[in-house]
């Protein structure tokens, strides 16, 4: 009679761990890989640009911007990273490195597009934040802007 049971516990087991592996195996495919390509400045259907530019004062091509950072393990409140053209947020080789456990190795980017600013995922398992809402594709930087990555949070100051 414990031999069945016995039978079915391993079974179940196995099942379980094999689950578990394929699980891990997809999480990590989809943070190395890449979302494709960014939606382009005039498409209508990326993230309505054009409005937001058109009602903020920008920074010159010239002048650099800064990712201040509100909170984020193993860096200080009030750090400044200057973005002149773009940076990769994340935790692997990338300019402004996270030490967040929630954070991908190339989690998100910002990049200079015209005279905007523009934050975008990079196919990130957790999602990036900007100001408490999920990103849902490349989307303009304004001044004071949050964008959260995880237990990181940083400020957008032009």
């Known amino acids: 009679m414990l031999e069945p049971v016995s ?50 004062s920008l920074p010159a091509a010239g002048d650099d911007a800064r990712l201040v950072v509100v909170e984020a393990p193993g860096h200080e409140s009030g750090w400044s990273y200057e973005i002149s053209s773009a940076a990769t947020l994340g935790r692997g080789d990338v300019d402004i490195r996270l030490d967040d456990r929630f954070a991908s190795s190339r989690h998100a980017r910002v990049v200079r597009e015209g005279g905007a600013l523009i934050v975008e995922d990079l196919g990130s398992t957790n999602g990036t934040w900007l100001n408490d809402h999920p990103l849902e594709g490349p ?5 004071g802007d949050r964008i959260r990555i995880g237990d990181s949070e940083f400020r957008f100051e032009p």
């Open 7 to 56: 039978l079915a516990l391993q079974v179940g087991f196995l099942v379980v761990l094999y689950l578990f592996l394929l699980w891990v195996a997809t999480s990590a495919l989809r943070d190395v890989s890449r979302s494709g390509a960014p939606a382009a400045i005039g498409d209508p259907d990326a993230t309505g640009l054009h409005a937001a530019v058109d009602s903020i």
């Open 139 to 143: 989307t303009p930087l304004h001044a």
